[in-house]
């Protein structure tokens, strides 16, 4: 039995190559054999490899086709020529990058394959998958309310090399970075609305679509508009609108009028007109937005109507002159009231410490003939009428008296009579004229009412009856 010497040679070479290098000498390794990438971006396929100490690298490439003599370099390939990068040396890293990733890209195996400067040191790695995939946001959960947990996640259909870092865009601004996929909300509000999209740290030009994050609210900033503004006259038409910020959108609009700290309803649509308003409509209007979460009131709006052709200032300047004269008037008013008070004080005072102040006399012409009783000659008569008697009446008030009742007696008096005429001076025989005088308090009648005289209160008019007696003359 025969046997050739070739195959004897090889398996002897291949025995002393395992047993001075030792099998793990030589291998190409990979973090992963299934890489994912982003669609249209570009993808880093991590690799090591190593040989024996003893040997030097002559080539290092990548390749997809095997032949086990001839693998074509991938870079050679058409397919792929600008858009595979070597990022390995000759020592232990190689490193594949590839760009601009389309759909036919998955379609192959990549190896990698390394030549020494042994005629058999040749050594190649398994085989690698890749992937693509696109970016999405999905949002849990789908509706939210304020105040409620929301989850955003940054989704993809395989999982991304290397645990990159995620960038979340909010109404197309950066909003914030995360380590993993997902972005969480413990308490979302209101402001956490809008647009979001996320992407890859080094590959933020491929960022996912905008996804809307839609928070339900109960209606907040509700307010009131008036249409026109500004001054609003009598039989004009204005319009008042709520508005409200809400999600969903407000169904039902409320309007209520104030008066006297009570609100009565007056519409129910957004917009509530006054026709022909009137000073009647003055007042304070609000109104009410309602959707399914709640309700929020506005503030309260003041209408002030006023009459046509009167602008208000001249309205206000009115009301102010007014008011002016009438406290004007109510102040003249009390003075003289406090002033008629006083005087009446001040009298009342004067007539208690001076007593009865003197009366008011009537001083009559008195025609007074000589020899009472007799005849007058008729050649005589003239001249005796024209003898006129004038009387000098001085009254002299009883100061320490007290006051006197209506019958008593008040004053005596000493009349002096004085002809007009020169005449002889009387003889012995002839009298002086004496009178006695005696005054009495008329007393007023219980119907009549008694008119207010100058002077005090307490005055009162006196009245005199006077009796005169003489002696007879002297026979001539």
Same mark, same amino acid.
């Given at each position: ?32 054999? /299934? ?49 595979? $990068? ?39 790695? /398994?085989?690698?998958?890749?992937? !693509? ?32 870092? #995620? ?33 890859? +740290? ?5 960022? /996912?679509? $905008? ?28 319009? !008042? ?11 039902? #609009? ?24 009137? /000073?009647?409509?003055?007042? !304070? ?137 020169? +005449? ?27 008119? !207010? ?24």
């Amino acid at each position: 039995m025969s046997f050739s010497k070739g195959p004897v040679i090889l398996t002897a070479a291949f025995c002393l190559l395992s047993g001075v290098f030792g099998q793990h000498d030589w291998g190409v390794m990979y973090p992963s054999t /299934s890489i994912c990438g982003l669609k249209g971006s570009f993808v880093d396929i991590p690799c090591t490899y190593s040989y024996p100490s003893v040997r030097q690298i002559r080539k290092t490439f990548w390749h997809i086709n095997w032949f086990p003599d001839t693998p074509t370099d991938l870079s050679l390939d058409s397919r792929y020529q600008g858009r595979v $990068e070597y990022l390995g040396d000759k020592v232990n890293d190689c490193t594949l990058r590839i760009k601009n990733l389309t759909d036919s890209d998955t379609e192959e195996k990549y190896r990698f394959r390394f030549i020494t400067n042994d005629p058999v040191g040749k050594y190649s790695g /398994s085989e690698v998958s890749l992937s !693509l995939t696109d970016l999405h946001i999905t949002v849990s959960p789908e509706s939210v309310k304020e105040g409620e947990k929301v989850t955003l996640t940054c989704s993809s259909t395989c999982s991304l090399s290397n645990n990159p870092t #995620y960038i979340w865009y909010r109404n197309s601004q950066p909003h914030k970075h995360t380590a993993d996929n997902r972005l969480a909300k413990d308490s979302v509000s209101a402001e956490d609305a809008g647009r979001y999209s996320c992407a890859v +740290q080094g590959h933020a030009i491929h960022s /996912s679509p $905008e996804m809307s994050l839609s928070v339900r609210y109960a209606p907040k900033n509700t307010s009131v508009s008036v249409s026109p503004s500004g001054e609003i006259k009598e039989g004009s038409t204005v319009t !008042l609108t709520c508005s409200s910020d809400a999600n969903p959108p407000v169904h039902t #609009y409320t309007w209520y009028k104030m008066l006297e700290g009570l609100s009565s309803q007056v519409g129910s649509n957004q917009n509530y007109s006054l026709v022909n308003i009137s /000073s009647e409509q003055s007042g !304070l209007y609000y109104c009410v937005a309602v959707n399914v979460i709640g309700k929020h009131n506005s503030s309260a709006v003041q209408i002030n109507v006023t009459y046509p052709g009167l602008p208000r200032g001249v309205l206000f300047s009115a009301l102010g002159g007014i008011s002016a004269v009438a406290l004007l008037l109510v102040v003249v008013m009390c003075w003289r009231r406090q002033k008629t008070q006083s005087t009446t004080t001040s009298r009342s005072t004067h007539s208690s410490t001076q007593g009865h102040s003197d009366p008011v006399c009537n001083v009559s012409t008195i025609h007074m003939v000589s020899g009472c009783g007799q005849r007058v000659p008729a050649d005589h008569k003239d001249d005796d009428e024209d003898d006129v008697q004038y009387a000098s009446v001085q009254f002299k008030p009883n100061k320490q008296r007290e006051m006197p009742s209506q019958e008593e007696k008040v004053e005596y008096a000493s009349v002096q009579f004085k002809s007009n005429q020169q +005449q002889k001076v009387p003889s012995q025989d002839e009298d002086v004229q004496y009178a006695s005088v005696q005054f009495r308090k008329s007393k007023p009648e219980s119907n009549i009412p008694q008119p !207010l005289l100058s002077g005090t209160s307490q005055e009162e008019t006196q009245y005199a009856s006077v009796s005169l007696q003489g002696l007879s003359a002297a026979p001539q």
